[in-house]
T-cell receptor, first 116, second 114 residues
Framework: GAVVSQHPSRVICKSGTSVKIECRSL??????MFWYRQFPKQSLMLMAT?????????EQGVEKDKFLINHASLTLSTLTVTSAHPEDSSFYIC????????????FGNGTRLTVT | AQSVTQLDSQVPVFEEAPVELRCNYS??????LFWYVQYPNQGLQLLLK??????LVESINGFEAEFNKSQTSFHLRKPSVHISDTAEYFC????????????FGQGTTLQVKP
């Protein structure tokens, strides 16, 4: 079945540095990918929609200069957390459709970011 | 605007007992409804979904959910749970027709005890 791979699974970085998270669709092309953030013991919040070849669409309240999204190919979207701070520590999850709009949404296994 | 409420944050239950995880939604437009399961430190896996047609939908591992438009609910049920069903369960509704943009409930931790 369709698989979405996310890397790294865990990352620890120092405050002020930047971290890049990759999301790949392994056996299908994804013109659109979605990035979610999950705080401990809370639900997932949609951060942005990543569109291949164009700018990402950010949800209200999400800083686009803080969370840089690049969707350079049909199988790869990256999320870069710039100048990370401890409050950015969270679980970040990407997802993508394997086909049309009504096809299942496949999620990556997530990236646990800890900023010290 | 759309929202999803999962009424129970934790549901402890003994193995082989029935379980119901409650989900209510609010929306001014037609919605698509989903249940996802999340195991520790993993992404989400689709359990089942309602897009249209029969209001009772089933998963391959024995879960079922019924879309009730009048009560704006989409409760998840299983007649007999296993230890392996222990996980976090999320109810979600799509933002309009784009089923990739989901609004999630707060999640319910199902704890199955031996």
């Amino acid at each position: 079945g369709a698989v979405v791979s996310q890397h790294p699974s865990r990352v620890i970085c120092k405050s002020g540095t930047s971290v890049k998270i990759e999301c790949r669709s392994l056996d299908f092309q994804a013109t659109t990918m979605f990035w979610y953030r999950q705080f401990p013991k809370q639900s997932l919040m949609l951060m942005a929609t990543s569109n291949e070849g164009s700018k990402a669409t950010y949800e209200q309240g999400v800083e686009k200069d803080k969370f840089l999204i690049n969707h350079a190919s049909l199988t790869l979207s990256t999320l870069t957390v710039t100048s990370a701070h401890p409050e950015d520590s969270s679980f970040y999850i990407c997802s993508a459709h394997a086909g049309g709009g009504n096809s299942p949404l496949h999620f990556g296994n997530g990236t646990r970011l800890t900023v010290t | 605007a759309q929202s999803v409420t999962q009424l129970d944050s934790q549901v402890p239950v003994f193995e082989e007992a029935p379980v119901e995880l409650r989900c209510n939604y609010s929306s001014s437009v037609s919605v698509y409804l989903f249940w996802y399961v999340q195991y520790p430190n993993q992404g989400l896996q689709l359990l089942l979904k309602y897009l249209s047609g029969s209001t009772l939908v089933e998963s391959i591992n024995g879960f079922e959910a019924e879309f009730n438009k009048s009560q704006t609910s989409f409760h998840l049920r299983k007649p007999s749970v296993h230890i392996s069903d222990t996980a976090e369960y999320f109810c979600a509704v799509s933002k309009g027709s784009n089923t990739g943009k989901l609004i999630f409930g707060q999640g319910t931790t199902l704890q199955v005890k031996p």
